[in-house]
């Protein structure tokens, strides 16, 4: 494979060059690479950024999806480490954001006036009949579409969001490597995502 000169260190050639074997030919081991010399500077920027080892954790992964799932948008002008850092950050901002304006704030909340007592109609955190009912059919709903993926990333998604394993747990129980669940657990999460997309309407 061809070096390119525009990245100085050995380290960034190199990543480079695994970065060609993951998107020209796929190679597995190329993609893990990449993630085991990584996951850990990545979940450390993370988990500075949300102070929330499980949020951390999870915005890690995310991270390694839509990079390798953007591969063929990588150029070398820059470093791929620079560029890997880029979208977790970038990706982990959006999450704040959108964190904090789900985060109900007393302020926000109209209040009533009875004689000198301000009463604050805080709403109940337990969901109505309607909510209930929309929760149901959603989860509904996200069980067939799981149930319509291959069998290897069907199972993986059951036993990571249904059965609440933890990554560790899965690669145990099926007996494979850590790097190749977190891979597979990619692709799938982009398989459900481009599939529950043409569904928005239904959900």
């Given amino acids: 494979m061809e070096v390119n000169h525009n990245l100085k260190s050995e380290k960034a050639q190199r990543d480079y060059l695994l970065v060609q074997r993951a998107r020209e030919n796929g190679d597995q081991r190329a993609y893990a690479d990449l993630m ?3 996951k850990e500077p990545i979940y450390l920027l993370l988990l500075k950024m949300t102070n929330n080892p499980t949020e951390a954790d999870d915005l890690t ?4 999806g839509k990079a390798f799932a953007s591969l063929h948008l990588y150029t070398p002008t820059h470093a791929f480490s620079t560029w890997l850092y880029t979208i977790a950050t970038n990706n982990c901002v ?3 954001r959108k964190r904090r304006l789900q985060t109900v704030y007393l302020d926000d909340i109209c209040s009533t006036t009875v004689g000198d007592i301000h009463e604050f109609p805080i709403p109940s955190e337990a969901p109505g009949p309607e909510e209930s009912f929309i929760h ?3 989860v509904s709903l996200l069980r067939d579409v799981v149930r319509s993926l291959k ?5 993986l998604v059951e036993m990571r969001y249904f059965d609440e394993m933890t990554y560790e747990e899965i690669a145990e129980e099926l007996n494979i490597p850590l790097g190749t ?8 999460r982009d398989l459900l995502r481009n599939i529950l ?7």
């Fill in 36 to 38: 085991r010399m990584y």
């Fill in 94 to 96: 959006d999450y704040i």
């Fill in 136 to 138: 149901e059919q959603r």
């Fill in 197 to 203: 997309s043409g569904k928005k309407e239904s959900i």
């Fill in 61 to 64: 992964i995310e991270t390694f």
């Fill in 151 to 155: 069998p290897r990333y069907r199972r």
């Fill in 181 to 188: 669940v977190k891979i597979q657990l990619f692709r799938a």
